[in-house]
């Protein structure tokens, strides 16, 4: 039995390119819980708290558990909590790189891999219109960073230096050679 621990219907699709066959068991816990830490080592930490809250139900499953999120400056940007700070938070990304960090967790044959996939994106110069335009589209609301690089948020991207499917919220090549071992 193979479970994806996540609820994000973007993850599912990515996974099915790697996997035929899974279960969704979205981890039952709360994020805030996780302190702040550098970018790298927090979606690690969250990856690996949903990993081991299903595991708990599931020992002898595969398990996959995930978490994105965005840093610029060594700040962490998750999901907007509304249009107003997705607005500062596509303003302060605009005309910049910023870091996405996806964190795994994987346990198979009863054996936990971890890692963190790393992609740098660039936005254009944004306007004030070109921002606002973009938040009609209500396309940002569950995005870290509140934008969707596979949607109508590719318009704000000017360059992508690492894994494409990373900023999508699931590096599917990592995935795929972490099964593999």
């Known amino acids: 039995m193979f479970i994806l621990a ?11 390119r790697v996997v035929n066959d899974f279960e969704v068991q979205p981890a039952q816990i709360d994020e805030h819980e996780t302190p702040l830490t550098a970018p790298g080592d927090y979606v690690q930490t969250l990856a690996q708290r949903k990993g081991e809250a299903v595991a708990v139900q599931y020992p002898t499953a595969t398990i996959l558990a995930a978490d994105t999120a965005i840093s610029f400056q060594g700040t962490l940007y998750g999901k907007p909590k509304d ?3 997705a607005y500062e938070m596509l303003r302060q990304l605009s005309g910049q790189t910023h870091q996405v960090y996806t964190g795994l967790w994987l346990m198979k044959d ?14 254009w ?3 004030t219109a070109e921002i606002e335009q973009y938040l009609d589209q209500n396309e940002y609301a569950d995005k870290a960073g509140a934008y969707g690089i596979q949607g109508a948020g590719a318009l704000l991207i000017n360059k992508v230096n690492g894994d494409f499917y990373n900023v999508v919220g699931l590096p599917v090549s990592t995935v795929a050679r972490m099964l593999q071992n």
Do not use: C, I, Y
């Open 110 to 123: 009863g054996l936990v891999q971890q890692k963190v996939v790393q992609t740098d994106v660039t936005f």
């Open 6 to 16: 996540s609820q994000s219907p973007r993850r599912q699709a990515l996974l099915k």
């Open 83 to 85: 249009r107003q700070d």
């Open 125 to 127: 110069h944004l306007s």
